[in-house]
C-alpha cells in the first residue's frame, strides 16, 4: 500500500511539475505576443546584427550565476554533477516568469525529491544565491554611479543600499535567517543548514557580479546602436541594468520582475536616450532577455537529452565481442 501511494504521488508531482512548466511558456509566449507589432520595428532600428549580439550576451551572463549557485550547494552539503545541476538550475529557472516569488525555491526544491537531496537545501541554496546577486547587483550599479549622480544627486541612496546590502558577508550567520526561510515554506528538512564559509560566500559574490557585468553589456549595445556615446552606454548599461534587475528581484509578486524592472531601466537609460529610443530599448530588452531564456533552457535540456541517449546507446565493438563470445 504504501509502495503506491508513493508512485500515485510521483505521479501527481510530475503532472504538477509538467503544467507549471506548460504554464509559463503560454505566460512568455503572450508576453511576446503582446509586443509582437512594434518588434519589427524595434529590430529595425537596432539591427539584426545588433539584436543578435545583445541577446547572445544577456544569455550568457547567467552561466556565471549558475557556477555560483552551484558553489553554494556545495558548500551546503550538496555536491551535484554538472548535467544534474544545469537540469535543476535551468528547470527551476523558467518558474520566475510565474507571478510569485517562492516558485524557483518550490521548483528547487521539487526537484531535490528524486535526486534524494533535502529539499531544504536546495531550496535554501536558491534563495541565498539570490541575496548575493543582490548583494553583487547593487556593487555593479555603483559603475555607473558618477553618470547617474552627474543627472540627479539622487542616486547618492546607492550607496547606503550597498552597505546594508554587504552586511550578510560581513557577518555570513546571517545568511541563516534566509536559509531558515525556505525550510518554514517548505515546512521540512534538516533541522540546522550548515552555512558555508566567507571565503565561499565572497567567491560566489564575484561569479555573480562578472555575470552582471557580461549581461549588462547587452544594455550597452542596445543603446550605442540607437546612438547613445559609447562612454555613457558602457557604465549605465551596466549598472543600470544590474539595478533594474535587483528591483525585479525584490519584487516578488510580479513575474520576472515584469513593469518594475522596465521602469528602473528606463529610469537609468534616460540620461542617455529619450523618446522612441528610450522606449525600443526598454522593450527590446525585455523581449530579449525572455527569448534568450527560453533558447537557452532549450538547448541545454537538447544537449542532456542527445547525451543522455549518447550513454544508453550501445557500443558496436561490445556487440561485435559479444557476438564472438557466444557459441556457434
Known amino acids: 500500500m504504501t509502495a503506491v501511494r508513493r508512485t500515485t504521488r510521483q505521479r501527481v508531482f510530475a503532472g504538477l511539475r509538467v503544467a507549471a512548466y506548460l504554464l509559463v511558456l503560454g505566460f512568455l509566449g503572450y508576453q511576446l505576443w503582446r509586443v509582437r507589432d512594434g518588434l519589427g520595428e524595434s529590430l529595425r532600428l537596432v539591427g539584426w546584427g545588433n539584436a543578435l549580439l545583445a541577446a ?4 550568457v551572463g547567467g552561466v556565471p550565476g549558475f557556477f555560483g549557485w552551484r558553489m553554494l550547494l556545495a558548500g551546503l552539503g550538496t555536491r551535484l554533477s554538472l548535467p544534474v545541476a544545469v537540469r535543476v538550475f535551468f528547470l527551476a529557472g523558467l518558474t520566475r516568469y510565474l507571478p510569485g516569488g517562492v ?4 521548483a528547487h526544491a521539487a526537484q531535490a ?10 531550496a535554501g541554496a536558491f534563495v541565498a544565491s539570490q541575496g548575493l546577486a543582490v548583494v553583487a547587483g547593487l556593487a555593479a550599479g555603483l559603475v555607473a554611479l ?11 541612496a546607492l550607496l547606503p543600499m550597498l552597505a546594508a546590502a554587504l552586511v550578510p558577508l560581513a557577518a555570513p550567520r546571517l545568511l541563516g535567517t534566509l536559509l531558515g526561510l525556505a525550510q518554514r515554506i517548505l515546512r521540512r528538512g534538516e533541522r540546522t543548514l550548515v552555512l558555508p564559509r566567507r571565503r565561499t560566500l565572497l567567491a560566489v559574490t564575484g ?16 543603446a550605442v546602436a540607437l546612438g ?20 525585479g528581484i525584490l519584487t516578488l509578486v510580479m513575474p520576472s520582475g515584469l513593469g518594475v524592472r522596465e521602469a528602473v531601466l528606463g529610469l537609468t537609460v534616460a540620461t542617455l536616450l529619450t523618446g522612441p529610443g528610450l522606449v525600443t530599448l526598454v522593450a527590446l530588452s525585455r523581449v530579449l532577455i525572455t527569448v534568450g531564456d527560453v533558447a537557452s533552457t532549450a538547448a541545454v535540456l537538447g544537449l542532456l537529452a542527445w547525451a543522455g541517449r549518447r550513454r544508453a546507446r550501445p557500443s558496436p565493438l561490445i556487440d561485435q565481442r559479444a557476438e564472438g563470445a557466444s557459441p556457434s
Open 103 to 106: 516558485w524557483p525555491a518550490v
Open 113 to 122: 525529491r528524486p535526486l534524494g537531496e533535502p529539499p531544504a537545501r536546495l
Open 207 to 222: 561569479l555573480m557580479a562578472v555575470g552582471w557585468l557580461v549581461s549588462g553589456l547587452h544594455v550597452t549595445v542596445l
Open 146 to 156: 558618477p553618470w547617474l549622480v552627474a543627472s540627479d544627486p539622487i542616486w547618492w
Open 56 to 59: 547572445a550576451l544577456a544569455a
Open 228 to 247: 547613445a556615446p559609447v562612454s555613457g552606454a558602457m557604465t549605465v548599461g551596466i549598472g543600470g541594468f544590474a539595478l533594474s534587475t535587483v528591483a
